[in-house]
């Protein structure tokens, strides 16, 4: 490999203060962030052991295509920050940005010598020369003087950061390494097309035989654990946190017995989802599943929307109508929010559970029906039987199995699976893929205390997908209205600030209203313990009122 050429005249970085100030150092909780992303500060010594270990088991050749590739990755992701961190800034200045963060993470000083595009004639040719590679300087102290160049990762992520940025495939090449007895590393980067000699030169870019049978086994494993959970019929739950499996197992005990199940646990736990698993677990899963939310359904017509309704029963009755009891013959029944029923429908419900009869709202014709029923609630029902709200007798036919769903912040782990799954559907849902979220916002999502549960990591993730370019990362301030990085965490918290600036930053977040409106109501959901009047209270809403909205947000969940 002959000497590098003469060094052009090339153009000079720009300030980097910008990025140095993306740099934040939190000593005391051992973290470290660049903008959103979280780094770690590694040895010399450690980089150089993992390279020998990934020569040493894979080989050089595939050693380097795995850290060619991991540079690719690191340097796409870059290039999205390179124009929001200098949005009026030249093209050129714009582009330093992928340079710079190099320089400022210690991997190599960049030099450029020529960097000369045409984006109407689809042209680019750029030449930079690297000084105090880390990578060259690890590989002399480890195995010597080469005949190749050795900087993979770096060229990696400038053919990456490169091609995320100009929207073009472009590679760069090693044409110098001070590893191979060079002054100094040059790399040169052109459109894929221009090489004449891509196809094998740039094969490290694509995934190894190895890699693909690594593939090919997820997939098989993957489509082994879902035939596996499909046949506990579970498969739909997500999780694997003690306490979820903990509750799952339980479940999973009772499914083919016809026995009651009272599930127990705050709002927004999910424990409509036990109730259709563990309806689809059982002997019954070809026959209906009929939910029922009682808290929606005002008092005076629960019983006639459970057990039906004769033709002239009462005002507005005009016609004949089977309850959900009768339509979930033969199947299950969800009865959501129990606690809400009124004593006269308990007694009904009582008499269901025990005989299985019922009669309809006007008539005497005792109908037969054969029901599994699984009832849930987040209210204390002991206490509501001492308050006279709940009939004691009920509660025994209700408890015999029963278990507590436990709340999003006992099952943190589950945390990046449950992120994972909604992405999916809320990406999915608004045509957006490759969606993934930031080191920073996933540190705050798994700090957050979720009052308001899955529900609200749903109503979460949904703004952020929403708020995110498609195949973008989803930022901490696009999860959380408010969120202002270092200066929350000095204590100017976004509760504390005047309502019309906490206005003014969700309309210029573009959070619409309906998320916001989720948010308060899971909020004073939580602060209330749960309690639908309570919650009322807060809000400055009638009861009814906020029944609507939860049966409104419920069906549309549902639907």
């Known amino acids: 490999m002959s000497s590098p050429p003469a060094k052009d005249d090339g153009p000079c970085l720009p300030e980097m203060q910008d990025i140095w100030n993306l740099l934040r150092f939190e000593a005391q909780e051992g973290r470290i962030w660049l903008d959103e992303e979280r780094v770690v500060l590694l040895r010399s010594n450690e980089l150089r052991g993992l390279r020998r270990e990934l020569i040493d088991a894979l080989g050089m050749q595939r050693a380097k295509g795995l850290l060619t590739r991991m540079g690719y990755i690191s340097g796409k992701m870059d290039a999205e920050r390179a124009r929001r961190l200098r949005p009026d800034a030249s093209l050129f200045d714009v582009f330093s940005v992928g340079p710079q963060s190099h320089m400022v993470t210690g991997q190599v000083k960049v030099i450029p010598q020529k960097l000369d595009w045409n984006e109407q004639e689809n042209y680019f040719h750029a030449i930079f020369d690297w000084e105090n590679s880390f990578e060259a300087e690890i590989f002399l102290s480890e195995f010597g003087a080469g005949f190749e160049p050795v900087c993979w990762a770096q060229l990696g992520y400038a053919s990456g950061f490169t091609t995320q940025f100009m929207g073009r495939q472009i590679y760069f090449k090693e044409t110098c390494c001070t590893a191979c007895g060079h002054e100094t590393c040059r790399i ?104 029922v939310n009682c808290a929606a359904i005002p008092r005076d017509l629960i019983e006639a929307e459970l057990f039906g309704v004769e033709r002239g029963a009462f005002t507005g009755a005009e016609k004949t109508r089977a309850g ?188 619409p209203l309906e998320a916001v409106e989720q948010q308060l109501i899971d909020a004073a959901m939580a602060r209330s313990g749960n309690k639908v009047s309570g919650a009322a209270r807060l809000l400055g809403l009638t009861r009814a009122q906020l029944d609507y909205r939860l049966k409104k947000r419920q069906d549309a969940e549902n639907s």
């Open 188 to 291: 040169e980067g052109r459109l894929v097309e221009d090489w004449e000699d891509a196809e094998e030169a740039f094969r490290h870019y694509q995934p190894d035989r190895i890699a693909d049978q690594l593939f090919e086994l997820q997939e098989q494993m993957a489509e082994l654990r879902s035939r596996v959970d499909a046949e506990e019929h579970f498969g739909q739950l997500i999780g694997s946190s003690p306490r979820f499996l903990e509750v799952r197992d339980l479940l999973s005990r009772a499914a083919r017995s016809k026995v009651t199940v009272l599930l127990l646990g705050e709002t927004g736990v999910g424990k409509d989802m036990f109730a259709r698993a563990l309806h689809e677990a059982s002997d019954r899963a070809d026959k209906p599943f009929v939910a």
């Open 324 to 511: 959900r009891f009768e339509r979930a013959d033969t199947g299950t029944l969800f009865l959501d929010e129990v606690g809400e029923l009124s004593l006269h429908a308990q007694a009904a419900l009582l008499r269901v559970l025990q005989e299985g009869e019922l009669e309809r709202v006007g008539g005497s014709e005792v109908k037969t029906v054969d029901v599994r029923l699984i009832a849930a609630t987040n209210e204390d029902l002991d206490e509501a039987v001492r308050e006279g709200r709940f009939r004691q007798d009920l509660l025994y036919r209700l408890n015999v199995y029963s278990t507590t769903v436990p709340p999003l912040r006992e099952r943190i782990e589950d945390l990046p699976d449950l992120i994972s799954h909604f992405l999916d559907k809320y990406g999915t849902l608004h045509g957006k893929t490759g969606l993934s979220v930031t080191d920073r916002a996933m540190t705050l999502l798994r700090e957050y205390d979720w009052p308001g549960n899955i529900r609200e990591l749903a109503n979460v993730i949904e703004r952020g997908v929403i708020l995110t370019d498609p195949g973008g990362q989803i930022e901490a301030a696009h999860l959380f209205p408010g969120f202002r990085g270092q200066q929350d965490e000095e204590g100017d918290a976004p509760e504390q600030r005047p309502l019309s600036e906490l206005v003014a930053g969700a309309i210029d977040a573009g959070h």
